[in-house]
């Protein structure tokens, strides 16, 4: 059985590092319960975890990154990756230290955090910590409780789901069970109240998800494929192709993140939103609709 800490870890956003060996440990203790670290030896690494997996940022020692064929290879990844922030640690000062910093500057990496004081591995969660305040799902849920307001609580729940970071919530099978309501009730609750299929909002939402991964100009179509869980490219490109009528090199090129968001909420929240509003779509609060549809709706729950 797996224990409580082993998934509270695993769900921890991870960090990158490429650090000392002294400075694993402390920077290990700095984010027990805040985010978790993968240890590398070289920038090839980074670069294939950064390529591999969603990490929420890079810390590289000063020591150990500070020489100019490291910082001008780093500089790479600071271009290829520009949403997921640098940070360079400084834990001991030595005689070169100076040009160090001095180069990794030049390198693009603009957070520099001095733990040599205590006072400095409290600014390194903080630093690690703040972007995630630019996760695209964040400003989407922030933006739809503006939309939302005064919504029933399931129908929140319901975009708090498809918009949760790190859920990997793919199909409208595996939607439901996360809303512990049957698939075929959830889509009979959208179409009886008019509404776009909930297949749709699931779809545009991890489209917003792609675009922002996108903006890392490091990834491939393959990489971000990768990123969102589908089977292959082709399976992706196809997605694209079905909701946008575009290729995936042309949706690259035409939507960031916010630009996504936009449209799914030009498409899915505004023209409905009087409708969303007081809209229940996992509680038998859908007896709102009038008549002998509500009672059929709720004779179908009974039946599942």
């Given at each position: ?8 870890s695993?769900a ?8 000392m ?10 984010g027990?319960g805040?985010y ?13 975890d950064l ?5 929420s ?11 100019e ?13 520009p ?10 000062f ?31 969660r903080e ?11 964040k400003?989407?849920?922030a ?6 307001a ?16 790190g ?7 595996t939607?439901s069970?996360?809303?512990r ?8 609750r959208?179409?009886?109240?008019h509404?776009p299929?909930?297949k ?9 998800h ?20 589908y ?28 630009g ?5 909420r ?11 509003r007081?809209f ?16 059929s ?8």
């Amino acid at each position: 059985m797996r224990s409580f800490s082993t998934t509270l870890s695993r769900a921890l956003t991870p960090v990158a590092t490429m650090l000392m060996p002294a400075e694993r440990s402390r920077v290990d203790a700095a984010g027990e319960g805040f985010y978790r670290t993968v240890h590398r030896d070289s920038i090839d690494d980074l670069i294939v975890d950064l390529r591999a997996q969603r990490v929420s940022a890079i810390v590289v020692s000063v020591t150990r990154c500070g020489g100019e064929d490291d910082a001008s290879r780093f500089g790479r990844i600071v271009r290829e990756f520009p949403r997921i922030p640098a940070v360079a640690l400084l834990m001991q000062f030595e005689a070169g230290t100076p040009r160090a910093v001095l180069s990794l500057g030049q390198s693009g990496v603009r957070a520099l955090v001095d733990v040599r004081q205590p006072g400095g591995w409290r600014e390194l969660r903080e630093v690690l910590m703040h972007d995630r305040t630019r996760d695209i799902e964040k400003i989407a849920l922030a933006q739809l409780s503006l939309d939302l307001a005064g919504a029933p609580d399931d129908c929140w729940r319901f975009f708090e789901t498809i918009f949760q970071p790190g859920l990997r919530t793919n199909t409208i099978r595996t939607l439901s069970t996360e809303l512990r309501v049957v698939p075929s009730t959830l889509m009979s609750r959208f179409f009886r109240a008019h509404l776009p299929a909930p297949k749709r909002y699931l779809a545009m939402a991890r489209l917003t998800h792609a675009a922002r991964v996108f903006e890392n100009p490091g990834l491939s179509v393959a990489n971000v494929a990768n990123h969102l869980e589908y089977s292959s490219p082709q399976s992706f490109g196809r997605h694209v192709r079905t909701l946008l009528s575009i290729t995936a090199l042309e949706f690259r090129q035409r939507y960031d993140g916010e630009g996504m968001l936009h449209r799914f909420r030009e498409e899915l929240i505004i023209p409905y939103i009087a409708t969303l509003r007081s809209f229940s779509p996992l509680t038998e609060g859908l007896r709102w609709l009038a008549g002998t549809s509500g009672n059929s709706e709720l004779r179908s729950d009974q039946r599942h």
